[in-house]
């Protein structure tokens, strides 16, 4: 009986050692349903040889509210995040030339950026993980994912009101009503995704891409923002209110 009882219990912990490795970067079992998309992804680009054109919300975009283009009027090129270091928002991110890695686990999928040492983690349903509370909300959001038909669907959302939600070099902000929708899937050897962002008090319909990016050897990380580099630019910036105080800046 002791010896059934040895022998099943070391059943068990071979099925949950499959069962972890499956979703492990090195022993990871892809499906119908879910896509393998584990490893290191070049840059993201464009169809048509566009670069990352088409992942670029510009400032005279028709798709921006008259209460984006009166933030774009009011608020000073020298007030934004960026020089401060403030990384990169989702989606603008993806314009950024830096390789990225998906790592996918049991219970979540991260997502390191080679720009900003920026991580995000995708909670995946059916996992019991905790929701955020109703007044707290997240630089990157609070991201949920599911496989659906062979992709990985990502839905973001509380995220802060943040100066450069929806583009960090034409002043376009985003609102705490920003929602993002990712899907990623796998085309042979490349990996495809596509993005819609919705925010109403900002944009008048969906902001879409698609882009694709090819797997490579190398994470292009240890990218540190300088806080002296972030500003040098600043002394070519002319404020639109000279009348008010000059900004002081803190340095972290």
Avoid at 70 to 97: F, G, L, R, S
Avoid at 142 to 152: C, F, I, P, T, W
Avoid at 239 to 251: F, G, L, M, N, W
Wanted: hydrophobic share 35%; aromatic share 12%.
């Amino acid at each position: 009986m002791k010896n059934r009882i040895s022998r099943l219990t070391a059943s068990i912990r071979l099925i949950s050692t499959v069962a972890a490795l499956s979703f492990t970067g090195q022993g990871f079992a892809a499906s119908d349903d879910i896509p393998d998309i584990d490893g290191l992804w070049s840059f993201p680009q464009c169809a048509e040889g566009r670069f990352s054109g088409c992942t670029v919300l510009r400032e005279d975009d028709p798709r921006l509210t008259e209460r984006a283009r009166a933030y774009q009027a009011a608020i000073d090129e020298i007030a934004q995040p960026k020089y401060d270091c403030a990384p990169m928002p989702i989606p603008h991110m993806y314009t950024d030339p830096y390789s990225f890695r998906i790592e996918q686990l049991e219970d979540r999928v991260r997502v390191y950026y080679g720009k900003d040492d920026v991580v995000r983690t995708i909670w995946l349903e059916g996992f019991g993980h905790p929701e955020p509370a109703i007044n707290e909300f997240l630089y990157f959001g609070h991201a949920v994912g599911r496989y659906e038909d062979g992709a990985l669907v990502v839905e973001t959302s509380k995220f802060t009101f943040d100066p450069q939600g929806l583009n960090a070099d034409f002043r376009i902000p985003s609102s705490t009503q920003k929602k993002m929708t990712e899907r990623f899937t796998r085309d042979g050897d490349d990996l495809v995704l596509e993005v819609s962002t919705v925010d109403t008090f900002f944009l008048r319909e969906p902001w879409e891409f698609t882009v694709r990016s090819t797997p490579v050897e190398t994470l292009d990380a240890n990218w540190t923002c300088e806080l002296s580099g972030a500003r040098r630019s600043l002394m070519f910036e002319i404020s639109k209110y000279p009348d008010d105080p000059e900004p002081v800046r803190i340095d972290y």
